[in-house]
């Protein structure tokens, strides 16, 4: 059973999004916050296994929050709902360790299939949307020298492997795009995974990105 926290100053959306996840026989919302700082406190009572965050909320922002949220507890993963006009947090999520990014007016089926992703320990990137809301901040603000000492140690390979990361590429797509066996991707994506410290693929992400290993914009 999958435990949620729903974070949002609006009460329709939280009461809209309850109704759907909680319809669901694997999911089961445990909370429902209207500000930043009831998240934070929710989520350190309740300990959830996913908390769907808005960022514009009275007390604490969802950035804020959820970088809390993080630090206590390196379980729970946090989705972010954003919108077109709040592209400049896509990046800042990442920081605050974000597991992935849901557009606020995505249907409600994308809802359930976000929640179940980001729970499995996986990124949200698949989505062209999220690729280009990421590709277009990180051109105007990432530093393509700040991860640079992180990929260092990383084999040619585990390097490749952090692109097709970076990409939105699944283990069983880079084992396609490499010619290698899935679990022997899986294998590579745990080493590059211990190598740079990071919990999950949307932090590799971040570090392909400042390190300049994935250029913005492009396809893989």
């Keep these: 059973m999958i435990s949620v926290v729903i974070a949002d100053d609006q009460t329709m959306v939280r009461q809209s999004f309850r109704a759907v996840l909680d319809a669901q026989a694997d999911m089961r ?41 993080v630090a206590g507890r390196q379980e729970v993963r946090v989705l972010i709902l ?11 999520g990442l920081r605050a360790g974000a597991s992935g990014f849901l557009l606020k007016d995505s249907p409600l089926d994308d809802l359930v299939t976000a929640v179940r992703v980001v729970s499995a320990g996986n990124a949200l990137f698949a989505p062209t949307i999220t690729r280009r809301l990421i590709g277009e901040f990180t051109r105007t603000h990432a530093s393509a020298h700040a991860g640079r000492s992180l990929v260092a140690e990383l084999t040619a390979r585990e390097t490749e492997v952090l692109r097709l990361i970076a990409r939105g590429l699944s283990n069983a797509e880079i084992a396609e795009a490499l010619v290698i066996a899935e679990q022997t991707a899986k294998s590579h994506v745990s080493r590059v995974f211990a190598k740079l410290g990071v919990r999950d693929r949307a932090q590799a992400v971040m570090v392909a990105y400042e390190a300049g290993l994935v250029v913005p914009g492009t396809t893989p």
Aim: glycine share 8%.
């Design 29 to 69: 919302v445990v909370g429902e916050a209207a500000d930043g700082a009831t998240a934070v406190a929710l989520c350190a009572e309740l300990e959830p296994d996913v908390v769907l965050m808005d960022v514009r909320m009275p007390e604490l922002d969802g950035l804020e929050a959820t970088r809390r949220i």
């Design 82 to 92: 954003t919108t077109f006009d709040i592209d400049e947090y896509v990046f800042g």
